[in-house]
């Protein structure tokens, strides 16, 4: 075969891979490959909505109070309002401020009520309360009158409450944090200022009078104004302060509460305390931070779908930086009402989020 020939061939193989390249079918600039490229770049991050519902509302400024969903309604009990008593070092005598036992209620979560009982607990504040077995139940706390507090107290209206038990099995403390799970009531941690305690037991009660201790010491750092949520049927405690002042950001989970696993040590949001958990939308939340000069970061709301990785929820917060607030879940939104602001006051503001 001579060099005419040879050429002729390569002629031809090149002609035909020309053809062959051009009649494979391409991807049109805005169809299927412009649709697939344009997905990858779409965030899924679940962004969380913010209102101001009021910035006042008819109850008092105040933190460290009780909010839960009862009977289709927001209710709103008990708490402190340190205004007007913060000295120039931000110190405050706590015993001094007002504390409550008032009793208020929303359908609507901006129009409130204010419901008169003469059969309540003395005022107090940072008490736990939770629905279980058709009824509301409220322990723990700090109240002038008897100072840190045991005594267990229930309600099927949440208007006229019975003392049903002085002095439950557990210390008496205040910021614990509490939740139900698996037809039982469970306390952890807390703090006693007065024997200066700081607690990591974990105690429960399947009839909201007799308490069993599932652990004595839990793995996790004693601490007091943590966070707590049940998420995929397992506790998520997070967060919170021992007695020095120092803050957590760690976070522990557990399906019994007497065995605990460290879910992270080093998530991406900064120590705190007085912060809020939840389980909403499918995903456990972090909400808030005070944000003073002590605490300095900003506020700010996270989310995760195990504990252990974590999102940020898009920029800061439009409602400031706060401490001991409280949080429900009303009619798919979240509500955040109260707490203590940066600026040292105490708030009555109401906010509302919705997932986009």
Do not use: C
């Amino acid at each position: 075969m001579d060099k005419k020939e040879i050429l002729k061939i390569l002629l031809a193989l090149a002609a035909l891979a020309v053809i062959s390249f051009w009649s494979i079918e391409k991807p049109k600039v805005g169809g299927e490959f412009a649709k697939k490229e344009e997905e990858k770049t779409v965030s899924k991050e679940p962004l969380l909505e913010w209102k101001e519902l009021t910035a006042s509302a008819p109850w008092e400024p105040r933190d460290s109070h009780e909010t839960f969903v009862f009977k289709n309604k927001i209710w709103l009990i008990g708490g402190l309002n340190g205004n007007g008593l913060v000295d120039e070092n931000h110190f405050i005598a706590y015993w001094t401020a007002p504390h409550f036992n008032d009793i208020w209620n929303t359908e609507d979560s901006i129009n409130w009520t204010k419901i008169e009982s003469e059969n309540i607990w003395t005022p107090r504040r940072s008490m736990s309360i939770v629905f279980f077995k058709d009824k509301l139940w409220m322990f723990g706390g700090w109240s002038k009158a008897g100072g840190y507090m045991n005594d267990i107290w229930n309600s099927e209206d949440g208007i006229n409450w019975t003392r049903v038990e002085t002095r439950a099995a557990f210390p008496a403390r205040e910021g614990q944090a509490a939740e139900v799970l698996g037809g039982k009531i469970w306390l952890m941690g807390g703090v006693n200022y007065d024997k200066r305690k700081v607690f990591n037991d974990v105690w429960y009660t399947d009839d909201g009078i007799n308490w069993m201790e599932a652990t004595d010491g839990a793995p996790w750092a004693p601490r007091w104004d943590h966070a707590l949520a049940v998420h995929n049927e397992k506790f998520y405690l997070m967060a919170g302060m021992d007695l020095m002042g120092k803050l957590y950001n760690d976070v522990w989970s557990s399906s019994d509460g007497a065995n605990w696993m460290l879910e992270t040590d080093s998530p991406q949001w900064q120590a705190r305390q007085g912060a809020s958990a939840v389980n909403f939308g499918g995903k456990l939340w972090l909400l808030g931070r005070l944000d003073d000069y002590e605490y300095g970061g900003t506020n700010d709301a996270w989310y995760s779908e195990d504990g252990k990785n974590w999102e940020k929820a898009g920029a800061e917060l439009p409602w400031d930086g706060r401490e001991d607030f409280t949080t429900v879940i009303f009619r798919d939104k979240i509500y955040i009402m109260g707490g203590m602001a940066q600026d040292w006051t105490w708030r009555n503001d109401v906010w509302q989020a919705e997932l986009k």
